[in-house]
């Protein structure tokens, strides 16, 4: 079993960056993709950035290119999102998501990181 643990988020002002981060623990770890996704109160959950594990590629939702980075570093792995010049709007809960090889989907899940940016 794989367990995702984000750590980063908090409140900050419009304007500010923050740093996420997720890392995994459990079996050996070779995801075929890790994301991160974030819902805000009643709204759906959103696919805000992802990368592929092997290979680095990236995916941004058109919202937040430019402003967002997505990152990891294999040998630790953690996945991280950058949040620069945040937005009110981007205020949500952040999930960090995995996807096996096995799976069509993102089948494991952190437990959120809170984000709250104060305009």
């Known amino acids: 079993q794989v367990q995702l643990v984000e750590s980063g988020g908090g409140l900050v002002q419009a304007g500010a960056s923050l740093r996420l981060s997720c890392t995994a623990s459990?079996?050996?770890?070779?995801?075929?993709?890790m994301a991160w996704f974030r819902q805000a109160p009643g709204k759906d959950r959103e696919l805000v950035a992802s990368i592929r594990w092997p290979g680095g590629s990236t995916f941004y939702t058109d919202s937040v290119k430019g402003r967002f980075s997505i990152s990891r570093e294999l040998k630790k792995n953690t996945v991280y999102l950058q949040l620069n010049n945040l937005k009110a709007d981007d205020s949500a809960v952040y999930y960090c998501a995995a996807r096996t090889y096995s799976s069509d989907d993102y089948n494991f899940w952190g437990r959120g990181a809170q984000v709250t940016v104060s305009s």
């Open positions: 459990g079996r050996t770890f070779s995801p075929y993709a």
